[in-house]
T-cell receptor, first 118, second 109 residues
Framework: GAVVSQHPSRVICKSGTSVKIECRSL??????MFWYRQFPKQSLMLMAT?????????EQGVEKDKFLINHASLTLSTLTVTSAHPEDSSFYIC??????????????FGNGTRLTVT | GQNIDQPTEMTATEGAIVQINCTYQ??????LFWYQQHAGEAPTFLSY??LDGLEEKGRFSSFLSRSKGYSYLLLKELQMKDSASYLC??????????WGAGTKLIIKP
């Protein structure tokens, strides 16, 4: 149980275009989803916390107008990287706790999306 | 500030035992996670400790000392597939996850 599906797994796009990444909880309802970014040989960096039915909470230094997050249902959150630039190339990972999950419940991770901006 | 320290890289031999340490300084403490992350993949949950002591789960065990701000992950009977990065993460007083940079474990035959 507690499967999180993330799509696409890899995407290559041209500079200036937008890319949408989907994160779905397949067998549970996720009231909260987390979006992380990970650069090579570095730790996970939390970008934003996505709450169903409300605006996402962005971490300091993350541009909310560039990284658009929509959590329209209890099973789907999307991250759109707008006007992508080569420096946005990274590994993006979503994660979720179940709707009964508390703050110290394990996170269930999607498989990640490798974004390459050329 | 909040800080989590882990060794950057460790090397061990197949069949042996290895201990990966994690020390932390955070604003409050509501538990500590260990995750395994293979290259190019997302992390997978290994263990959760919130009380002092040792939690054993098969070949993997995790230890916590809250007074010392210290945890370790113990891997026994190492297999080649255990080659991965091991991430330590602490839940702070606001229930935010603070991540360590991870320890890359290299297993040699």
């Amino acid at each position: 149980g507690a499967v999180v599906s993330q799509h696409p797994s890899r995407v290559i796009c041209k500079s200036g275009t937008s890319v949408k990444i989907e994160c779905r909880s397949l067998d549970f309802q996720a009231t909260t989803m987390f979006w992380y970014r990970q650069f090579p040989k570095q730790s996970l960096m939390l970008m934003a916390t996505s709450n169903e039915g409300s605006k996402a909470t962005y971490e300091q230094g993350v541009e909310k107008d560039k990284f658009l997050i929509n959590h329209a249902s209890l099973t789907l959150s999307t991250l759109t990287v707008t006007s992508a630039h080569p420096e946005d190339s990274s590994f993006y990972i979503c994660s979720a706790r179940g709707n009964r999950g508390t703050g110290n419940s394990p996170l269930h991770f999607g498989n990640g999306t490798r974004l390459t901006v050329t | 500030g909040q800080n989590i320290d882990q060794p950057t890289e460790m090397t061990a031999t197949e069949g042996a035992i290895v201990q990966i340490n994690c020390t932390y300084q955070t604003s409050g403490f509501n538990g500590l996670f260990w995750y395994q992350q293979h290259a190019g993949e997302a992390p997978t949950f290994l263990s959760y400790n919130v009380l002092d002591g040792l939690e054993e789960k098969g070949r993997f065990s995790s230890f916590l000392s809250r007074s010392k701000g210290y945890s370790y992950l113990l891997l026994k009977e190492l297999q080649m597939k255990d080659s991965a990065s091991y991430l330590c993460a602490v839940v702070d007083s606001n229930y935010q996850l603070i991540w360590g940079a991870g320890t890359k474990l290299i297993i040699k035959p």
